[in-house]
């Protein structure tokens, strides 16, 4: 009998058995070839990262300004331009990647020699600028003081407020490039403010002086009198003693500030102006000045807070840069005449 088509199973050389066999593997290529594009991708975002960690970057230390405004794009174009990095674009997505790219601030950078994408995108999210230094002598008027700050080229803005005479620490500041003139001005009245509010409690008994102003304007005048540090208790000292008993103070250099403001006076004081009646004239008035003459740094204060305890009420210059001190006037005057001969020899 002879097989039933319907009931027998298909021939070897059926074609629909072939058509589920090239499925099956297209299939297994395209998995295949997924999986090596992901290990492709995979290998390729491991050694990028690996890139962005050990690379060393510039052979030379550099230098780089990052102007404020900078996105990651600008940023990382600015880095590869000037040698720091290798590759803006896997930089970009290392910053990204990390999450820091919105932290990154904006300012001169020193980019060691040798350092890493990782190491220069720590360096701008942790904003460690290139450190500069602006030194505020000791002494200074308030104008002269503003001038300085106004001719550093790496500070910006304009200077909108002028402090008060005696309201500026003198110290050495460190400042970075596109720091605000007005807001290093700030930091000096603040400094100055710490300063007298450490040290005024500290002070000695008795003292003729009542307020920290009293002790700032007191301060300015050691500060002019005297260039040698171990000098600034004794010549405190002297003012000290003056005020208890009602002395005036005869400070030539309370003279000069009625005269100039705070500017030099460029010469010795004439006669006329020691017999001119400013406020600042402490050889016709008795007690201190109306305002500080000069911007008194953190010794002098301590220095009028704490004098010597001495009876000296005098001193004039011993040609060597300090003073001879006197209890009496008699000892004062043999003090002049040898000053006066050791001019008259030079």
Not at 50 to 71: A, C, R, T
Not at 85 to 107: E, M, N, P, Q, W
Request: hydrophobic share 40%; net charge neutral.
């Amino acid at each position: 009998m002879a097989d039933d088509p319907a009931t027998s199973g298909p021939a070897p050389d059926d074609p629909i058995p072939k058509k589920k066999s090239k499925s099956r593997t297209l299939i297994k290529w395209a998995v295949a070839l997924f999986l090596l594009i992901g290990i492709v991708v995979a290998a390729l975002a491991g050694y990028g990262y690996w890139l962005f960690q050990h690379e060393p970057g510039n052979q030379d230390e550099i230098v780089i300004v990052v102007p404020k405004g900078s996105g990651v794009l600008k940023t990382a174009a600015l880095l590869e331009e000037a040698g720091a990095i290798s590759d803006r674009r896997l930089f970009a997505v290392g910053v990204r990647l990390h999450g820091t790219d919105r932290y990154l601030k904006a300012g001169e950078y020193r980019i060691p020699a040798g350092a890493t994408m990782q190491q220069v995108m720590q360096l701008l999210h942790d904003g460690r600028t290139v450190a500069r230094l602006l030194t505020i002598p000791e002494g200074l008027s308030v104008k002269q003081i503003l001038a300085l700050v106004d001719a550093e080229e790496a500070l910006t803005g304009e200077i909108t407020k002028t402090p008060p005479e005696g309201a500026l620490l003198p110290e050495t500041y460190h400042i970075s490039l596109g720091d605000s003139r007005d807001e290093l001005v700030q930091r000096m009245q603040q400094h100055m403010t710490d300063a007298i509010e450490t040290h005024w409690p500290n002070r000695a008994e008795g003292l003729p002086i009542n307020t920290p102003d009293e002790a700032i304007i007191l301060a300015s005048i050691v500060e002019k009198e005297t260039a040698v540090a171990s000098e600034r208790p004794r010549v405190a000292a002297v003012f000290v003693n003056r005020l208890r008993l009602g002395m005036m103070l005869q400070s030539d250099p309370t003279i000069i500030y009625g005269l100039t403001g705070g500017e030099p006076l460029g010469r010795r004081i004439r006669q006329s102006e020691l017999d001119r009646k400013t406020p600042y004239n402490t050889y016709h008035f008795a007690g201190l000045p109306p305002t500080p003459i000069a911007n008194p740094g953190i010794e002098s204060i301590k220095a009028v807070l704490n004098p010597l305890e001495t009876k000296e009420l005098y001193f004039v210059a011993d040609g060597t840069g300090g003073h001879a001190f006197a209890k009496t006037y008699r000892e004062h005057q043999a003090n002049v005449r040898k000053w006066r001969r050791l001019n008259k020899n030079r």
